[in-house]
């Protein structure tokens, strides 16, 4: 593959329609937890589930870059979305690392986002999901976990996540 020579070249190969728009983190949550709405298999469930989890994960991630970098001047630097990066930080602590400034990583910060983060770390780094079934209202009676009466209620977790987000979403665009 050629390097581009300019501009006008680079803009020439640049395939737009491959690049999703704002609006993809947050439909990709409303993919997954439409899906887990509807799931009683305990094993679909569980992949369904950590799905919802990184595309949450990863609409903080993608949303504190996005603000870091939202605008440009006209001598072409970037900076920060201020308004935007108030509205994450309410939920989500927001760093940016000082070697490599295009890093930017999150962590939660709220009792809700804070489990989000634990939950989705241990099944992403650790081991997968637990999944008990709780009673006979499947999905809802679905808790995370393997030890009876301590488990914490999968669909509303998500269901709490997502409003979180489709918040932060309209507020961050508004």
């Known amino acids: 593959m050629s390097e581009p020579n300019d501009l006008e070249d680079w803009l020439n190969r640049w395939d737009m329609q491959s690049v999703p728009d704002f609006d993809d983190k947050v439909r990709e949550c409303e993919f997954f937890f439409g899906l887990l709405t509807a799931e009683e298999d305990r094993n679909r469930f569980r992949w369904l589930l950590s799905g919802f989890l990184n595309a949450a994960y990863s609409f903080f991630e993608s949303s504190a870059l996005t ?11 970037t900076y ?21 400034p295009n890093f930017v990583k999150t962590s939660g910060l709220t009792p809700l986002t804070k489990k989000l983060y634990e939950v989705r770390k241990k099944c992403t780094h650790h081991f997968p999901l637990s999944i008990m079934a709780t009673g006979p209202s499947l999905p809802e009676d679905f808790h995370l976990g393997s030890m009876q009466g301590e488990g914490i209620p999968a669909m509303p977790l998500c269901r709490e996540v997502l409003q979180l987000i489709q918040s932060i979403h309209a507020e961050v665009n508004e």
């Open 67 to 77: 603000a870091h970098f939202r605008y440009t001047n006209v001598d072409g630097e």
């Open 80 to 100: 920060e979305d201020d308004e935007g990066l108030a509205v994450l930080r309410r939920h989500v602590k927001v760093e940016q690392q000082k070697k490599n």
